[in-house]
């Protein structure tokens, strides 16, 4: 079975992350399927694409496991958050449950953001010895602002659905049961749009963005590199796989 799904249904695609046994946790075949299930041409009578998943859990993250054992392509996870951010058709979350770490910045990536009350995010990199990139940072720069970004990235502590909406970071939040028609709500409103609007004022959207490529972050990237080397940063994979509290030592 694919750990990513694809359904078009007339103007809706749907992808779905299908790997419930492992939280849906992104490893290289995960990374891979998501991106491809963003093309650069979506069909003409796309309209609006969605995110979804299956079992318990939105997305726990890059798996642990995967990087412990130093599997993976580096940036892999940029390249497939770049894809949805440059869709050029809007993309709506419909997060049900645990959006953390890379299940964050997925969530976020999007252009709305559909939330259960009981779900909860987080960015808990700091416990575990790690740092964003500057890609996954500036995204919460972006969406978060100086303060909020504060509040889930140095602290790393995992937020309520209902603390990230009264932050302005994701659109919509209902009871759990009533998840799947609110989210259908901005769903059909998109769909019911005009395409040609869509798709220009997401192309005016994804220029703004561009702006802040302009910035100079290549030592910031290097020294991301360093923590994730960092002995600290084998100690905080290893404690949190062993679910005990890590010893970090600043080296």
Avoid at 211 to 229: G, P, Q, W
Wanted: glycine share 8%; proline share 7%.
């Amino acid at each position: 079975m694919s750990k990513v799904l694809v359904e078009i249904d007339g103007p809706v695609r749907t992808i779905t992350l299908n790997r419930p046994e492992k939280r849906n946790a992104l490893d290289p075949e995960t990374l891979d399927g998501l991106s491809a299930a963003f093309p650069d041409a979506p069909g003409v009578d796309e309209r609006v694409a969605v995110v979804r998943a299956n079992g318990p859990s939105f997305c726990s993250g890059m798996d642990l496991g995967q990087k412990a054992a130093g599997l993976g392509k580096p940036g892999a996870i940029e390249v497939m958050l770049r894809r949805v951010e440059v869709y050029p058709l809007p993309v709506v979350a419909v997060v049900h449950g645990p959006a953390i770490a890379g299940g964050n910045e997925l969530a976020l990536h999007c252009d709305f953001v559909v939330a259960a009350s009981t779900a909860i995010f987080g960015m808990s990199l700091a416990q575990i010895g790690l740092a964003p990139t500057w890609f996954l940072a500036k995204k919460l720069m972006e969406v978060a602002g100086p303060v909020a970004m504060r509040e889930i990235l140095l602290l790393g502590d995992p937020l309520p659905a209902t603390r990230m909406h009264e932050l302005g970071l994701i659109a919509r939040v209902a009871e759990p049961d009533a998840l799947d028609g609110e989210a259908q709500k901005i769903i059909d409103r998109l769909a019911a749009n005009a395409p040609m609007s869509l798709r220009n004022m997401k192309a005016m959207m994804v220029r703004q963005m561009a702006f802040r490529e302009a910035t100079d972050y290549d030592d910031l990237n290097a020294d991301v590199a360093k923590v994730a080397a960092s002995a600290d940063a084998l100690e905080g994979v290893k404690a949190r796989l062993e679910r005990r509290k890590p010893n970090f030592r600043g080296e």
